[in-house]
């Protein structure tokens, strides 16, 4: 990955966006269990940081995916992952298919909106009954006419109770699982969209997450994005960009629990010596460190592949599963340096702990990514689907 000028001007534009607008919030937002995210997306869209990698057309920067990466790398700084994924779902998550697929009407109604921070997008796929199984979610858009009268439910949407609109898995027909899908963008405010409370969750307690029901909710069926049964296709490769976002975020949060883990562990003392001047745990901090050098390769990498326009399927599944299982270790080690301090909860590498536990399980959990290399590599056994 060769970083340029331009790389490192936009760096230091999120960074100093995190610095400014995100990290003197982030207790209060944490404690509050949600953020302005409308405000807050308003000043990121007059930035052009929600619109990367989007077309100029819609009002974005038209940059190819290694500038999305910086920003994600630098995202990482916040002091709470849960804005950041608030972010993540804006520009990797919920409008990937949109950009690439959907019809010009649409990304002028939709794209351009969310670009330039007036529209809060979420991403509807994940069910109480199907979140691993995505071929098996059961929420359905019927056609009447013009339109699509959609029923069904969706558990865990990050952002949902202020999106202004849903990027919807439903099946819109009888046929198998993986040509029965399209993906179609549900404007809230239609009549029969309904929301949970907000879910209590272990971490990322800054962003909202709801459940979504949809109740006879018409929509017209031209807010389908690309040709009705594409949408397990799309939204499987929509899922590339969610993991590559998603390992990128992370790298700059490991850091940064290992840099503050260094910082106390040098002025904590036990028995007469830092603490840092243990062998164990000075060697420790270097693996670490050092695995997650590995997990900026490899995320590099994929990000290279995707870029030059091959399929990222492997290597993107493969920094995601890296980034869920180190974020897990990198935090329970600095955690356990910090002693009764680390167990606290305010404390910044327990609220990391907490977080960063979601990478393992949101957006394909650690055993998906596995089977997807599985098969890539040939010796996943093939499963019959009844
Ligand atoms: C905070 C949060 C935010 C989220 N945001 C969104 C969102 O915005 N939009 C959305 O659509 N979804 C969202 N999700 C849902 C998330 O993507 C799902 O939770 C995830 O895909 C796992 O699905 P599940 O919880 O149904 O677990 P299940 O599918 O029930 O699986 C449970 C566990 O079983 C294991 N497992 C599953 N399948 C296999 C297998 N084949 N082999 C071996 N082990 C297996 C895994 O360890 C997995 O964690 C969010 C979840 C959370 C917690």
């Not at 790389?7 to 400014?20: C, I, P, S």
């Not at 209590?200 to 389908?224: C, H, W, Y």
Request: charge should be negative; proline fraction near 4%; aromatic fraction near 8%.
């Amino acid at each position: 990955m060769k970083f340029t000028p331009e790389h490192d001007a936009l760096r230091k534009t999120v960074r100093d966006f995190v610095e400014k607008e995100i990290n003197p919030y982030c207790d209060e937002w944490e404690a509050a269990g949600e953020f302005p995210i409308k405000d807050l997306f308003k000043k990121l869209g007059n930035l052009g940081l929600l619109g990367i990698q989007k077309p100029e057309a819609y009002g974005g920067m038209g940059l190819d995916y290694s500038y999305n990466l910086v920003a994600a790398e630098e995202l990482g700084l916040a002091l709470c992952g849960g804005v950041p994924l608030a972010i993540g779902v804006q520009t990797d998550m919920c409008t990937p298919a949109l950009a690439r697929f959907g019809s010009d009407e649409l990304k002028r109604e939709f794209l351009a909106p969310a670009i330039a921070g007036d529209r809060v997008g979420c991403i509807g796929v994940s069910e109480v009954d199907a979140g691993s199984d995505v071929a098996g979610i059961r929420t359905n858009a019927r056609k009447d006419g013009d339109d699509y009268i959609i029923n069904g439910s969706k558990m865990w949407i990050t952002n949902s109770p202020k999106a202004d609109f849903i990027c919807l898995l439903a099946n819109t027909s009888d046929d198998k699982p993986h040509r029965n899908k399209s993906l179609i963008l549900v404007p809230t405010d239609t009549p029969g969209v309904s929301f949970s409370p907000h879910l209590n969750k272990l971490g990322m307690r800054s962003s909202e997450t709801a459940q979504i029901f949809l109740d006879d909710v018409r929509v017209p069926q031209r807010n389908r994005i690309g040709a009705e049964g594409t949408g397990f296709m799309m939204q499987m490769m929509q899922f590339q960009e969610e993991r590559m976002w998603g390992a990128a975020n992370v790298i700059k949060a490991l850091e940064a629990c290992i840099d503050r883990t260094i910082t106390y562990c040098r002025e904590r003392r036990t028995f007469g010596q830092a603490l840092i001047d243990n062998q164990y745990i000075h060697f420790r901090l270097a693996e670490l460190q050092t695995e997650v050098e590995a997990l900026r390769a490899l995320t590099y990498q994929a990000c290279e592949q995707h870029i030059a326009g091959q399929d990222a399927t492997r290597l993107a599944s493969m920094a995601k599963l890296k980034a869920g299982r180190l974020g897990r270790e990198v935090t329970d080690a600095c955690l356990q340096f910090w002693g009764g301090n680390g167990y606290m909860w305010d404390n910044p590498v327990s609220r990391a702990f907490r977080d960063v536990r979601l990478v393992s399980i949101g957006g394909g959990a650690d055993e998906i990514m596995l089977g997807i290399i599985c098969k890539l590599m040939g010796i996943l056994p093939s499963k019959r689907r009844d």
